[in-house]
């Protein structure tokens, strides 16, 4: 399927459907937590016999305890969750039921029983969640279209007892192929033991989705004594330990994180998550000696570099902030969130035209980052192709669930467009999506 196809597919999935929602949902996108998310989920999902390079493990900023998937591409897990487990193993043991859920079928007759209008609707919008992210930093969010009040929603995300049962019984098995200790999964659901007995406005809807018996619990406790016992996996411990501190780093006051640099596990995670705490303060004197301090341990990091590089842009240092994203995005040519920071820094150093081959790039990466789109408008506006503005324009809007603004906006790209060209035909993608989108 090519690029463009594929946007289409994207578009009819998340804008055929699309129609207010009762509530929002935000992801929270960064290069260092999502990297340090697959390096856990890799070796879980080959053990499941899936195609670990196409499932991409995404944060949700919400403090409650949750994690779910939706199609076949995305295992989606909140902030809270990820800032409540102690261990890699326990989020292990979480990514490793979510991968379940997909290997077992369960998506896929979920998504073949969707007949409803209203279901369906809900659906599409759920579909755009694992389209219309929202990139940058850990601190960057932006409101995806999700119907998460809907009972529709709820419905899609709830898990019968026989599918928890199947995929308790999977995920012990890919965590033990994986020479992971299984014994994290009986950590996890002892979190969550008693909340049966509790309303379901007082439950984590971790527990709404994903019901918990005693009968379940004694049967998973049951796999996992059975299973072979493996030892402590000092690399899964240090990137859980890595996207946990950076992750509460941001989301925690910076006081809260000062006082705990010494549980960071290693000194590296410390000097970052003190960067970031300082950072947060705008000391930039002490942040930049944190992060370079860290950079020191660890030569040559990207995302650390990354980082940096996040500091001095929004400390207003561009030029330094640029040649820094150079180094991160030479050190990592394929992320995209990387390549979309490097053009964000050039734009705000005042270099449109390599901002937009950097933008261009991460684009191509991630042609669903919605700062990215926004920044190429930027770009293209600068330099005074003012059609190709419409259609990143008419892109971000689309990704957003805007139908209107999208359809205006490409149809301005359209009229200016060489008719048969890639942007003429992305721009057609827009404008057919959202009239199919009107006519539901």
């Known amino acids: 399927m090519t690029p463009t196809r594929m946007m289409a597919f994207v578009m009819a999935a998340m804008l055929i459907f699309a129609q207010p929602v009762q509530a929002g949902v935000r992801l929270l996108r960064d290069a260092d937590i999502e990297y340090a998310l697959g390096q856990l989920a890799k070796p879980i999902l080959t053990a499941a016999g899936l195609n670990a390079s196409r499932i991409k493990v995404v944060v949700i900023d919400d403090p409650s305890l949750n994690a779910f998937v939706i199609d076949h591409r995305h295992i989606f897990i909140h902030s809270g969750l990820i800032m409540k487990l102690d261990s890699a193993p326990e989020i292990q043991a979480v990514i490793a039921h979510e991968a379940a859920h997909i290997a077992n079928g369960h998506i896929s007759r979920r998504l073949s029983n969707m007949r409803t209008a209203q279901s369906a609707a809900t659906l599409g919008l759920a579909l755009a969640a694992a389209a219309g992210a929202a990139s940058g930093n850990a601190k960057a969010t932006a409101g995806l279209a999700i119907g998460a009040g809907s009972s529709a929603m709820r419905l899609f995300l709830s898990h019968t007892r026989a599918e928890e049962s199947a995929a308790d019984m999977s995920s012990v098995r890919y965590l033990s192929r994986a020479g992971i200790n299984p014994q994290g999964a009986v950590e996890v659901q002892d979190l969550f033991r008693g909340q049966e007995a509790l309303s379901s406005a007082r439950q984590d809807p971790y527990?709404?989705?994903?019901?918990?018996?005693?009968?379940?619990?004694?049967?998973?406790?049951?796999?996992?004594?059975?299973?072979p016992s493996h030892p402590p996996n000092a690399a899964a411990n240090y990137w859980y330990a890595r996207a946990r501190g950076k992750l509460t780093a941001f989301k925690r006051a910076p006081s809260w994180t000062l006082r705990r640099l010494k549980d960071s596990g290693s000194q590296d995670i410390a000097l970052m998550r003190e960067a970031v705490a300082y950072h947060r303060q705008s000391n930039l004197k002490k942040a930049l000696t944190a992060i370079d301090g860290a950079l020191a341990l660890r030569k040559g990091d990207p995302f650390l570099m990354e980082l940096k590089g996040q500091i001095l842009l929004e400390s207003r240092q561009f030029g330094a902030a640029v040649q820094v994203y150079q180094s991160a995005a030479k050190a990592a040519p394929r992320e995209a969130l990387i390549l979309g920071g490097l053009g964000r820094a050039y734009l705000a150093a005042g270099q449109p035209k390599q901002a937009l081959g950097a933008l261009e790039a991460a684009r191509g990466r991630d042609y669903t980052d919605i700062r990215v789109q926004r920044d190429l408008a930027i770009a293209y506006a600068k330099l005074n192709q003012p059609a190709m503005a419409s259609l990143a324009t008419a892109e971000r809007f689309a990704l957003q669930g805007r139908l209107e603004d999208a359809a205006l906006h490409a149809k301005r790209a359209a009229d200016r467009l060489p008719s048969g060209s890639a942007p003429w035909q992305r721009a057609q993608d827009v404008l057919f999506a959202a009239k199919q989108a009107k006519r539901r």
């Open 207 to 227: 527990m709404r989705s994903h019901p918990l018996s005693r009968d379940r619990l004694r049967a998973l406790k049951g796999l996992v004594a059975a299973a």
